[in-house]
């Protein structure tokens, strides 16, 4: 069992950066793949990031267009997204995800959720 909690979401002008935080309860966290999903009004959940056990891989959704990077840190129990460029399409409640059977993008394969932080950007 994981038990995740996202922070570091608020609002921020048009062009400005957030950077996310997930901290993992449990033991097992370097055995998870961890992802960042998005979810905007009347929309379907999407993938952003994910990055894998080791953090020697990353991947991104094609609109991430090198503005988010993310990153994690074993030792800490943590996984991050920095988010800069932000853009009035942006805004969303952003989740973090753990995944253990390496589906990367699919948000139907991850197996523990947080309950999300909103990201709002204003113009």
């Known amino acids: 069992q994981v038990q995740l909690v996202e922070s570091g979401g608020g609002l921020v002008q048009a062009g400005g950066s957030l950077r996310l935080s997930c901290a993992a309860s449990?033991?097992?966290?370097?055995?998870?793949?961890m992802g960042w999903f998005r979810q905007a009004p009347g929309k379907e959940r999407e993938f952003v990031a994910s990055?894998?056990?080791?953090?020697?891989?990353?991947f991104y959704a094609d609109f991430v267009k090198g503005q988010f990077t993310i990153s994690r840190d074993n030792a800490k129990n943590t996984v991050s997204l920095q988010m800069n460029s932000l853009q009035p399409e942006d805004p969303a409640v952003y989740y973090c995800?753990?995944?253990?059977?390496?589906?990367?993008?699919?948000?139907?394969?991850?197996?523990?959720w947080g309950q999300g932080t909103q990201v709002t950007v204003s113009s």
């Open positions: 995800a753990a995944d253990s059977s390496n589906y990367y993008t699919k948000a139907k394969g991850y197996d523990y």
């Open positions: 449990g033991r097992t966290f370097s055995s998870y793949v």
């Open positions: 990055i894998t056990r080791s953090g020697g891989a990353t």
